[in-house]
T-cell receptor
Framework: GENVEQHPSTLSVQEGDSAVIKCTYS??????FPWYKQELGKRPQLIID?????GEKKDQRIAVTLNKTAKHFSLHITETQPEDSAVYFC???????????FGRGTSLIVHP | EADIYQTPRYLVIGTGKKITLECSQT?????MYWYQQDPGMELHLIHY???????EKGDLSSESTVSRIRTEHFPLTLESARPSHTSQYLC??????????FGPGTRLLVL
């Protein structure tokens, strides 16, 4: 089955810095890679996703990159703000499967 | 507005009690899921359903059962609650492309 490794487990940055969270996956058949943000006491919510036919996708201050050859994908947050503080989860799904494999999460702390 | 609803939001019960956590969605999704998550920690899949009368166990053995009699309703039952069941339970459904939509969760404390 699929295995998703996520690093780092904790990331502390100063407001205005960039933050990068990396995930690797094992199943070459995986073709959908969503990222979820979970604020304290709230539910996880999708913030950005990418499919395997695309190398990069941007949405304002967040971007996701995918390297299919190396089987890794990364979340990039620029100009971080205190409201970016949350736990971020990556996930991978293979075609035809509706069971995502989640990474273990990264706790991002943005210091004002 | 289309959403996923969970009740109760908080529950404190004694050991050995039977409880049912409710989940309903108005998203029109066929596929639904239950996850167990200690706050801010890993998401553990405990049950899922591809549609009415379909239920499967996930990776985590949680000593719970589910049913799917209606598309919009996916309740989770613990026959005999134990302190090890203390956690947060998240219900989710998925869109056609695989994006998961989560409910607000039920925080369970078993004394």
């Amino acid at each position: 089955g699929e295995n998703v490794e996520q690093h780092p487990s904790t990331l502390s940055v100063q407001e205005g810095d960039s933050a990068v969270i990396k995930c690797t996956y094992s199943d070459s058949a995986s073709n959908y890679f969503p990222w979820y943000k979970q604020e304290l006491g709230k539910r996880p919510q999708l913030i950005i996703d990418i499919r395997s036919n695309v190398g990069e996708k941007k949405d304002q201050r967040i971007a996701v990159t995918l390297n299919k050859t190396a089987k890794h994908f990364s979340l990039h947050i620029t100009e971080t703000q205190p409201e970016d503080s949350a736990v971020y989860f990556c996930a991978a799904l293979s075609g035809g499967s509706y069971i995502p494999t989640f990474g273990r999460g990264t706790s991002l702390i943005v210091h004002p | 507005e289309a959403d996923i609803y969970q009740t109760p939001r908080y529950l404190v019960i004694g050991t050995g009690k039977k409880i049912t956590l409710e989940c309903s969605q108005t998203m029109g999704h066929d596929k639904m899921y239950w996850y167990q998550q200690d706050p801010g920690m890993e998401l553990h899949l405990i049950h899922y359903s591809y549609g009415v009368n379909s239920t499967e166990k996930g990776d985590l053995s949680s000593e719970s059962t589910v049913s799917r009699i209606r598309t919009e309703h996916f309740p989770l039952t613990l026959e005999s609650a134990r302190p090890s069941h203390t956690s947060q339970y998240l219900c989710a459904s998925t869109s056609g492309k695989g994006t998961q939509y989560f409910g607000p969760g039920t925080r369970l404390l078993v004394l």
